[in-house]
């Protein structure tokens, strides 16, 4: 019996994967961006619920508030809600692009390994 981590099926599969470098490299940053803008939108959404709709004061990092005033602050917000749509929105069509870049790439490689 060949242990995997002693050269045995892991060693084999990765002889086969070799040339997918770049297509397992794009996989792992899909699957980080899906994860990260999946992540993102319910954030935009409290905040645009809690500090824009709300009264509460933007507890946001220091970018992100810099950002908001630079294109007209919480006020522009309250009265264009349609910003925050756009955003969610934005952020949504990333996570999928991501996603969709992901399973083609996840299949690429599954294709070469298996053949």
């Known amino acids: 019996m060949t242990l995997p981590w002693k050269g045995g099926k892991i060693k084999l599969i990765a002889s086969a994967a070799l040339d997918r470098k770049l297509s397992f490299a794009l996989c792992c940053t899909a699957t980080i961006g899906t994860v990260v803008f999946s992540l993102l939108n319910p954030q935009i959404i409290r905040y645009t619920i809690d500090s824009v709709i709300g009264t509460e ?59």
């Open 57 to 115: 004061p933007l507890d946001a990092p220091v970018f992100l508030i810099n950002f908001i005033e630079s294109i007209g602050g919480i006020n522009l917000l309250r009265t264009n809600l349609w910003i925050c749509a756009v955003f969610i929105a934005i952020a949504a069509l990333l996570a999928e692009l991501c996603n969709i870049a992901r399973n083609y790439t996840g299949s690429e490689i599954g294709e070469t390994v298996a053949w």
